[in-house]
T-cell receptor
Framework: QKEVEQNSGPLSVPEGAIASLNCTYSDRGSQSFFWYRQYSGKSPELIMFIYSNGDKEDGRFTAQLNKASQYVSLLIRDSQPSDSATYLCAVKNSNYQLIWGAGTKLIIKP | ETGVTQTPRHLVMGMTNKKSLKCEQHLGHNAMYWYKQSAKKPLELMFVYNFKEQTENNSVPSRFSPECPNSSHLFLHLHTLQPEDSALYLC?????????????FGPGTRLTVL
């Protein structure tokens, strides 16, 4: 079992719709959860982090964490073509190691 | 210059060559990282330096040799690489190697080993 799992996609979403990206993790003791965005040919950049169960909103982005089910998700409202990128989930596990998922490629269709 | 810089941006080398990748961070961070990114695979953490001391070496082959002369500079020395080492090599920095702080990435070096 991979430590952090993401569907590789591509996930295709019409412009203006909600994009939902999911990530599951195996270490139940994980405490910190991060979503990075990586445009093609560029390096990853942090867009959100979440530590507590529930939702955290930042503009059009909402991170959702459910520690009991060991998943974290990222919702993007009013999707724009500029949101097209690969989204990387990263989890800081109980050993303080940052473990990365392979990423989900998101395509927003105009 | 701001953020995290890496040179060169692209590198093509033969299996017998020796080359070095350079990373510099201008953010006042104490931790620096080398990652390998291959297509459709998770980021692979190679090395972590915290306050210039190496704190992680994730079973990286000895043909990769890191050097951290100070908290702002990180090198990756390459020697007798294999074609499967071709990848994007990313440098990152953060406030501390064990903190919850975000990691800031450089633009990467695209390495091709012939």
């Amino acid at each position: 079992q991979k430590e952090v799992e993401q569907n590789s996609g591509p996930l295709s979403v019409p412009e203006g719709a909600i994009a939902s990206l999911n990530c599951t993790y195996s270490d139940r003791g994980s405490q910190s959860f991060f979503w990075y965005r990586q445009y093609s040919g560029k390096s990853p950049e942090l867009i959100m982090f979440i530590y507590s169960n529930g939702d955290k909103e930042d503009g059009r982005f909402t991170a959702q964490l459910n520690k009991a089910s060991q998943y974290v998700s990222l919702l993007i409202r009013d999707s724009q073509p500029s949101d097209s990128a690969t989204y990387l989930c990263a989890v800081k596990n109980s050993n303080y190691q940052l473990i990365w998922g392979a990423g989900t490629k998101l395509i927003i269709k105009p | 210059e701001t953020g995290v810089t890496q040179t060169p941006r692209h590198l093509v080398m033969g299996m017998t060559n020796k080359k070095s990748l350079k990373c510099e961070q201008h953010l006042g961070h104490n931790a620096m990282y080398w990652y390998k990114q291959s297509a459709k695979k998770p980021l692979e953490l190679m090395f972590v330096y915290n306050f210039k001391e190496q704190t992680e070496n994730n079973s990286v082959p000895s043909r990769f040799s890191p050097e951290c002369p100070n908290s702002s500079h990180l090198f990756l020395h390459l020697h007798t690489l294999q074609p499967e080492d071709s990848a994007l090599y990313l440098c990152a920095s953060s406030h501390s190697g064990t903190s919850d702080g975000e990691q800031f990435f450089g633009p990467g070096t695209r390495l091709t080993v012939l």
